[in-house]
């Protein structure tokens, strides 16, 4: 059996979200057919599966039978883990997104520069008002003053939660996982169980000059 | 009329009107509003067969001949599904050189005839061609910019990749080997359709190729912005959501059906140990041992190292410290017994226990004086005298029980 056919199933097993950004070794090796179907038969005869996030961007490993009240309540935990942090990772997202040129969101592959982020922070107030709410959102350094200190605070928890792997050491360029895509579509599913409303926002109608 | 009076009658026609007919063809879809100012262009244009009357409702329409022949020279293209025209046009040219080709040794007139045929076809087929690459150059110059729905503009370019796919499957029956075959000994024919056909195509199908892949990444790139819109949408959804309900959690405890995207294992690390009966591994696990047990003795030394403990000159310094109570009394102890001018001259080591009130046990004062003795013994012998209070212990008469210890000043002169 080969090394990469090992770190794959210890990855997987270890409820990472392997993908081009985190694991591009890996990655490449699951997008082989055979090399899936092999991966996919060993997690099979321990009740476990593996499963794309919807813009096969990424792979993670899931129960094969969800029937199993063990299995279940692993599940639950997991998303009662999670469903704190949506808010924050919600700003997060607009955040970044008011930051890029074509106004275009994370997405597994996304290549974020700490600096750049910093200067639009401090350029803008509203930003900068978003920056707090996130830091107070996530937990993460919200009584410093600094925002260079709240933005490494959420950098890092972002981090340390695999929806960002740094790259050059340096820890000012960052690439974002397909942990990301994961987030969305739980959100799609959550917008289609709750009922909420996706639709388009209609354009607002300007009242008055003045 | 004769042929040429025609020609020129419905070029001047369109000479004279063409502001009605500009207008017409770009801004209203090819109809003539039938109001009196244009009532003299209608009748020029009906009267030469360059527009028709539809009904009330749509009034005058001029012919689409017109119409391409004005998209033609102000090179305005729209996507044209053309690979069954041309389809249609190559199978007019073989026949056509079939019919060359048997009339050749038989008539001279039909021979002139197809011959003319043949090189009309050709050069239909050479300028549709060339127009066909420019109207699809033309396509991925402005990227479908006027049509604002991203699924429309993804539905027209992935149009526009099939039919060039189309168009290159109709070119592939224009093979050398085919092309060969029809041209046969024919210098004329080998020329026109060797040279000048098979090379313009050839050129065509290339830019045409280029202009697919370019289409692709235009596709590819639609299908991200969509992508990105949808996902924006979701994000201010949920922003607007949040605000709305600032408590709001989601909740899924009665979803029956969970998503793939929320049944996520709870992870697990593999660890095994080493097969230490394993014969194959013994080098390996020997290796591992003596590394291990090298990295033990390292680890030892380091440590050994961190307790060492820093010393500091400090000779120089002044130290205040408690004296501790026993040491003092020890101190009184001799101090008074060493004293010339005190009466007392000789001290049991209980007595003076009770008379200082030493805050320690007899048998622990008794040796703190023995200790003080002893350590300063060379400087006290012949000063002071030791009597010790003694019983043998039996049956070990090595075992000596000292009630009581006796010290006297040794009087000089």
Known sequence: ?210 | MSRKDEAKSATGALHRNINTIDDSCFMARGQIADIPENESAIKALQKNNLAYYVDDSMGVQVHSTVRRLLNHVTKRYRLRETHQAFAGMIEELRHAIQNYQFAKNKSQEDKLLYQDQIHEFTLDIMSELTDTVQSFAHIVGNEFSTISSIDIRIRETTRCKNEIAKLNEVFSSLSVADIRDWAGADLMLERLLMKTLKSHVDKCLKELSTTAHRLLEMIAKLIKDKEAQRLNQLIDSFYTHYQKYPSYKPDLSSVIDLPPSFNRINSITINSRADIDSAIDEDVLSDIATSVMQNVRKEIINSNQDEEVEVTDGRSETIEGDIDTLEESVDFFFDALLNEESEVSELTALKAHELLEVDAEPEDWMLCLMEHYEAQKSELTGKIKLTLDEKVFMPFDGNHFVRDICFRRVRHG
């Open chain 1, 1 to 210: 059996m080969s090394e990469r056919f090992e770190s794959c199933i210890e990855t997987l097993l270890n409820g990472d979200v392997v993908c081009e950004a985190s694991q591009p070794d890996l990655y490449r090796y699951l997008l082989d057919h055979d090399n899936l179907n092999s991966i996919q038969k060993f997690l099979h005869q321990i009740g476990r599966k593996i499963i794309t996030t919807r813009d096969k961007a990424g792979f993670f490993c899931a129960y094969k039978d969800l029937s199993n009240p063990k299995h279940r309540a692993d599940v639950k935990r997991q998303f009662e883990a999670i469903q704190g942090s949506f808010e924050g990772l919600i700003l997060w997202l607009r955040l970044v997104r008011r930051t890029d040129p074509d106004s275009r969101p994370i997405e597994a592959g996304y290549r974020l520069l700490e600096s750049e982020l910093l200067a639009a922070i401090e350029d803008s107030a509203s930003l900068n008002s978003q920056l707090d709410e996130i830091a107070h959102r996530l937990r993460r350094d919200h009584k410093s003053t600094e925002s260079k200190s709240k933005l490494r605070g959420i950098l890092k928890y972002l981090t340390e939660h695999g929806f960002l792997i740094s790259v050059g050491g340096s820890g000012a360029v960052y690439i974002a996982t397909a942990k990301w895509s994961l987030v969305y579509d739980q959100l799609d599913f959550i917008c289609q169980f709750e009922g909420i409303d996706t639709s388009k926002p209609k354009d607002e109608v300007q009242k008055e000059m003045f």
